[in-house]
């Protein structure tokens, strides 16, 4: 019975909900929440709303992407601000194979989103293509990166607002705020 029906039916729900729709919000646990661009497909993460069981696996990373520009989502704890986060992250790529050749490109640029939220990002370029870095210092103790990759300029330059959106849409709200 489960296999005949049961999970016919959670197949055809999740790719039902694969889609990114309007208004749709990406649940990154404890209150954060992005609204990733709509037509977009979640290849990892759940949207507010979307049943689940719990304990949720990886909660608190994502991934999304058009076929062309992916952005992938990662929360871990974390205490300094935006600027030292970014740091961190390009330190961490720029000695890795993974993406090979990664290197800041441009100025850093504040990101005002949702609330209190504020983050800041930056241009990248890597031998595998270009992309955008963002990172997030949460006032609760935690840190949120977004890179958001394409294999060339084009591909970002026509995402742009799409991009930008998504980065302005960090959210958190408090047990208070969800009332």
């Known amino acids: 019975m489960v296999l005949a029906v049961l999970l016919p039916m959670v197949d055809r729900s999740v790719a039902d909900h694969a889609v990114v729709r309007a208004g749709d ?20 993460g759940v949207t507010l709303g979307t049943p689940t069981i719990a304990p949720v696996p990886g909660k608190g990373k994502a991934v999304v ?34 993406p090979p050749g990664f290197r800041a490109a441009g100025d850093r640029v504040h990101v005002t989103a949702t609330g209190e939220v ?37 591909q970002l330059t026509t995402r742009t607002d799409q991009i930008q959106r998504m980065l302005s849409s960090v959210a958190l709200t408090t047990e208070g705020d969800q009332s």
């Open 25 to 44: 919000r990406l649940d990154l646990g404890a209150g954060l929440t992005l609204a990733p661009p709509e037509g977009w497909r979640l290849v990892k």
């Open 65 to 98: 992407t058009d076929g062309t520009v992916t952005a992938a989502l990662q929360v871990g704890p974390y205490r300094g601000d935006a600027w030292q986060l970014l740091d961190q992250v390009n330190a961490d790529e720029e000695h890795t194979t993974d």
């Open 118 to 154: 504020s983050g800041v990002r930056e241009t990248y370029r890597a031998t595998s293509g270009a992309g955008v870095l963002a990172s997030y210092a949460l006032s609760d103790g935690r840190g949120l990166t977004i890179l958001v990759s394409a294999t060339d300029d084009g």
